[in-house]
Nanobody, 124 residues
């Protein structure tokens, strides 16, 4: 499966963005999916993940209450709604997919497919 992330951009602190991750090649019905980010000069880190049905999700503490992960399996698209953005959210955001699992996957090493990344810059 190929993943195409989009929706990044420049936004002021307190603003919102919605990232999308469109999949091609096959359905995502049996895929766990997630978002990761890599801030400038830092390692890639987990942001949020969602299970195959969309009924279970998990977030890193720093984004809880501000970010919402969701998916539309009919459109084979993953989303990340980001509200009340902060300068520390500045990063390249990556989507990822893990086939054949019903679980929420939070470890980058467990994902098999990655999107190319979309850049988010939050100005203060």
């Amino acid at each position: 499966v190929q993943l195409q992330a989009s929706g990044g951009g420049l936004v002021q602190a307190g603003g919102s963005l919605r990232l999308s991750c469109a999949a091609s090649g096959r359905t995502l019905n049996s895929y766990g999916m997630g978002w990761f980010r890599q801030p400038p000069g830092k390692e890639r880190e987990f942001v949020a993940a969602i299970n195959w049905s969309g009924q279970s999700a998990y977030y890193v503490d720093s984004v809880k209450g501000r970010f919402t992960i969701s998916r539309d399996n009919a459109k084979i698209t993953l989303y990340l709604q980001m509200n009340n953005l902060k300068p520390e959210d500045t990063a390249v955001y990556y989507c990822a997919a893990k086939p054949g699992t019903w679980r929420v996957i939070t470890q980058a090493r467990d994902y098999d497919f990655w999107g190319q990344g979309t850049e988010v810059t939050v100005s203060s």
